[in-house]
């Protein structure tokens, strides 16, 4: 069924949504979800603006994931299926950045137990239960797991200078944050 055919906050994803509780009707929850992943992208556009050089190519494909993961997060009307493309660009950055295993890691094991939780109430003919210990663990886990907290700047790349711009295989030198 279309987008539009599912009018509810989460459809059994453990997302920002899924606080409220699944199938629960969005009414204008909807337009504040948009509004959130509006100005995420906005953010993530910004920096990416801010911070961009020809050999940022892992900078590009983190500020991707961000907006993939940011798309399972803030919308309403989504599924637990929908945290996949994330992890799969995620894991494109893995070789060359250290700090994205463990979010790697923490959102495989959510999105995991998200496939699980709602298969295992799918397949028994129950309804899957809002608002339990399990699907608000995951869904903070989710949260504080990743950039999208507002204090976590720390894979924000300086933007390099004309002399140290030299092609680094490793892209060490580009990750680190500005001093405060």
């Keep these: 069924m279309a987008y539009s055919g599912f009018k509810f906050t989460s459809v059994n ?104 939780y709602v298969l295992y109430f799918t397949n028994s003919g129950q309804s899957v239960p809002s608002r339990s210990w399990v699907d608000i663990a995951a869904i903070i886990i989710n949260i504080f797991n990743n950039g999208l907290r507002p204090s976590s700047n720390n894979w924000l790349p300086e933007k390099k200078s004309a002399k140290n711009s030299s092609d680094d295989l490793t892209h060490s030198s580009i990750w680190k944050t500005k001093p405060q």
């Design 13 to 116: 994803a453990f997302n920002l949504w899924g606080l409220v509780g699944f199938f629960v009707p969005d009414g204008n929850l909807f337009i504040l979800g948009w509004a959130l992943f509006g100005a995420l992208t906005v953010f993530v556009l910004y920096f990416l603006h801010k911070r961009f050089d020809a050999h940022d190519e892992v900078f590009i494909v983190f500020c991707a994931f961000m907006l993939m993961f940011g798309f399972f997060m803030l919308p309403t009307r989504i599924y637990e299926r929908y945290l996949f493309p994330a992890i799969s660009l995620l894991v494109l950055t893995f070789p060359l950045l250290k700090k994205t295993r463990p979010i790697y890691a923490v959102l495989t094991g959510t999105l995991l137990l998200n496939q699980a």
